[in-house]
């Protein structure tokens, strides 16, 4: 499905740049423009199935997958919920393309409008999840875990991306160093569950980069 992203997070993306607050002038008009040559490129789209949890002691996996989603943090994830989203988002190729470009041409613009595509990917990634919502009724949904996360092994990426049909659907690979292409990227599992999420999984003390995240050294959450 193709998204509608018309304006990108600004707060979002200047974290990624690492200010704290909103730049000067001449920075914020490079900001400014490099969102919206980034808005004509790029083309973000996703994809998601919903499955059925398929639990067998601690073995945990989706109904019609013939892979286990292994590691304790994703069980923990999906604790209390009966069905799961996979989901995948991009920004397309295109978006590579042009952020090489910069690369080579402007590395000041090179920069910036990698942290807005940060920034604009896990936007297309919350559109996606609020689309799940919309044709699930009833059911709320806990955050996307992403392969790679804490102990759930990158190597369930390319088995997720098949499981949804994301490299003919909206043209995600990945490498065999398990590398998701194209680079702004998210593969993971959305839990689905009815009822209310337990308040302790809502809050930062469960998350594993509690100790890391940036979000936190600003005094904001993710």
């Not at 707060?11 to 808005?39: K, Q």
């Not at 989603?69 to 209390?80: N, T």
């Not at 920004?91 to 409008?113: E, H, N, Q, W």
């Not at 996307?144 to 990158?154: H, L, R, S, T």
Request: hydrophobic fraction near 35%; aromatic fraction near 8%; include cysteine.
């Amino acid at each position: 499905m193709t998204s509608e992203i018309t304006r990108i997070n600004r707060a979002e993306a200047l974290r990624y740049m690492g200010y704290t607050e909103e730049p000067d002038a001449r920075i914020s008009a490079v900001i400014d423009e490099c969102e919206r040559e980034l808005l004509k490129e790029a083309r973000p789209q996703f994809v998601w199935r919903v499955f059925n949890i398929m639990r067998s002691g601690h073995d945990l996996s989706l109904s019609d997958c013939d892979f286990y989603l292994e590691g304790k943090d994703i069980a923990e994830h999906l604790r209390g919920c009966d069905k799961a989203a996979v989901l995948c988002s991009t920004l397309s190729s295109d978006t590579d393309r042009y952020l090489k470009k910069l690369d080579v041409s402007d590395s000041m613009k090179a920069v910036i409008t990698d942290a807005l595509a940060n920034a604009m990917i896990e936007q297309v990634n919350e559109e996606a999840r609020q689309d799940i919502l919309a044709n699930m009724p009833g059911y709320s949904t806990t955050w996307c875990y992403g392969a790679g996360y804490g102990d759930f092994p990158i190597e369930c990426a390319p088995l997720l991306i098949a499981s949804v049909d994301a490299v003919r659907k909206i043209g995600v690979c990945c490498t065999a160093t398990h590398m998701l292409t194209p680079r702004k990227t998210i593969i993971g599992v959305v839990g689905l569950f009815r009822g209310e999420l337990d308040k302790k999984r809502r809050s930062c003390e469960d998350c594993n980069a509690k100790d890391t995240c940036r979000f936190r050294a600003y005094g904001t959450r993710c």
